[in-house]
DNA sequence: CTGAAAGCGCTAACAG
DNA sequence: CTGTTAGCGCTTTCAG
């Protein structure tokens, strides 16, 4: 390609008949010039199509405003980034981050090597991180803390813990649904959820609270520990609906796919929901509504979230220490429970 | 912040008693460095944690390894990118990235501002631009195109396309959902889908050649325009249901966001599917095979579409030109289709 | 108001 | 094998 190599300031300046430096005060809005060269140069770069170089300008400047986003993945499974709650956070992310003048790299970690993201600031490749899952790399997250990575988790907030996190009230959510599937009739509510994961973990606590606070008796072996994601939670709850009697009448699913894999299969059994089991999911991810039949959910504030996280990170870069944050959960009743008591919506 | 601004070469020369050209040597595999220097600053190295600024290092050698994904969004809406089929893309090009050792600068663009994203390009932020989503945006494109922007786009092959595209063969897939649905006795099928978006456009095409094929008469005012967004084109969907008799028996939908949408409107109506109305959706996303009926769809094959993509950028970064790509689509019979003829999958 | 010159953190000739 | 030196493209004192 005889492409001319690409457009440079001193190209401009060359061109205008002035010093780069009068190119880059033009281009920066400085008032220190002249009015007239100042369009002249505008319309100079403009109709050449010249940007300043970035990267260039950051070195000068030690500034830098793009922000590492971080899914980690199972390395087993190395799927593709499909939990479609956690994707609709990077899209709401895309946008907070663009309205507050910040660009996006977006990374997947293999979850054995956690660690290797703080490179992405050490290196000075990002600003700060944004890590979408907590999963089981507490100690991972607060080791980075400790080396003063500026860091924001999505996740609970656990105890003796380093790094600033933003979730929803896990505990709240667990409990609203539980309450919800009580009152509306259900006495042995099966919990879906690995409780090892400490948002899971803050959910069953939810529903322990409401059996105690409704004085209803906490039902024996009613957990059942499923991964996040659909096809692998499948075979695992496949195997417990085998067992008859069911044992339960009401459901409550610490994720909506995780729900909608249980529903399918029960009917495929030729259980009825919400007639002979009535469910509840966590997340409300768009396809909630649409599913029939449409699932009652608790809805995790995903917009609030990536603004708030984000916040949270700039506070950070600017040094003014952080505090996590959990966010409020909203019941969201339609059709898959709610037999008895609560409104339509 | 006490935080000793951040570990530069210079300390990690100063601190092992050697210039920085030795530790860039070290650092970067040189084979011109003594085995025992080398091990010892790499390990001091490690030990402090420190990571080649990269900034700076692109800028010394002329490369960048960052690419930009791009994906467009209706200004009016300002809806969180939402669009599963996207969002899984977006998954699979994080993968194919990191694999190829790239990174990812997620971008999204205001759709009427299309043009601003070549600025990525020439402000030297990222060595090329991955578009998802064609849209209406083939004007746009090309001009970026001729601007020598490398560039490749999710979508269909157009005439006097001057960019580069990467997409599944829309008018195949079409008729493979036609063909299916006639096959499965359907006379009347509803076409949903924007046909002035030259995706949609390319499967109706397919839908219109099976009828010629199959020598079934086309129906007359069986196509109804919807946007991709589900919640828009459930207002649309909803008021063409209101007319009776229906008028069709079959419906092949351009997305499966549509299809479920579809759906599940007709149920509220009573309309039984496939019982009544047999329906074929596009995309194959995740949760399609967990509606209820489990939907019939035309798989496009996303894994093979990111990969296809980046290779074809790299081809471009390096000069070599571009071949726009179209990928085969593959027919998945679930339940909510293929009452007679085909087998399930 | 404008230009000359220094330097952001790094790598690559070029000499030892 | 190692150090010295020059500069990647830009911004910003410091002098005019």
Chains 1, 2 share one sequence.
Not at 66 to 75: A, E, L, Q
Not at 103 to 117: K, N, P
Not at 240 to 268: H, T, V
């Amino acid at each position: 390609m005889g492409l001319a190599d690409k457009l440079q300031m001193a190209d401009i300046a060359r061109l205008a008949g002035v010093s780069t430096a009068t190119v880059s005060r033009a281009l920066s809005g400085s008032k220190l010039i002249n009015e007239e060269t100042r369009t002249r140069i505008l319309e100079l770069a403009r109709s050449l199509n010249y940007t300043v170089n970035v990267g260039a300008k950051n070195l000068r400047m030690g500034e830098n405003r793009t922000i590492g986003v971080v899914i980690p993945y199972d390395s087993k499974s190395k799927q593709a980034l499909s939990e479609p709650f956690f994707l609709s956070m990077v899209g709401v992310l895309a946008s907070a981050l663009t309205d507050q003048n910040y660009e996006m790299l977006l990374s997947r970690v293999d979850e054995d090597d956690m660690v290797s993201i703080a490179d992405l600031y050490t290196s000075g490749r990002v600003a700060g991180l944004i890590v979408i899952g907590q999963w089981h790399h507490h100690d991972d997250l607060n080791s980075m803390a400790l080396r003063k990575v500026p860091l924001v988790v999505w996740g609970a907030k656990m105890p003796q813990q380093l790094y600033c996190s933003v979730g929803s009230d896990n505990e709240l959510g667990g409990y609203q649904a539980t309450v919800h599937l009580l009152n509306s009739g259900c006495r042995k509510i099966l919990f879906l959820g690995d409780v090892t994961l400490p948002e899971a973990e803050a959910r069953y606590q939810g529903y322990v609270r409401a059996h105690t606070e409704l004085k209803i008796p906490l039902p024996e072996g009613l957990t059942l520990s499923l991964p996040f994601e659909a096809s692998a939670a499948r075979a695992i709850l496949s195997k417990r609906l085998e067992k008859l009697p069911l044992g339960f009448d009401g459901l409550f699913a610490s994720s909506d796919l995780q729900a909608f894999a249980a529903i399918s299969l029960m009917n495929e059994l030729g259980l009825d929901v919400p007639g002979q089991v009535q469910v509840v999911g966590y997340d409300d991810i768009e396809i909630a509504k649409h599913f029939r039949p449409r699932l009652s959910t608790i809805r995790q504030p995903v917009e609030l979230a990536g603004t708030a996280m984000l916040n949270s990170l700039i506070q950070q870069i600017k040094g003014e220490g952080c505090t996590s944050i959990s966010l409020p959960t909203q019941l969201i009743v339609r059709e898959s429970s709610g037999m008895n008591l609560e409104a339509k919506s």
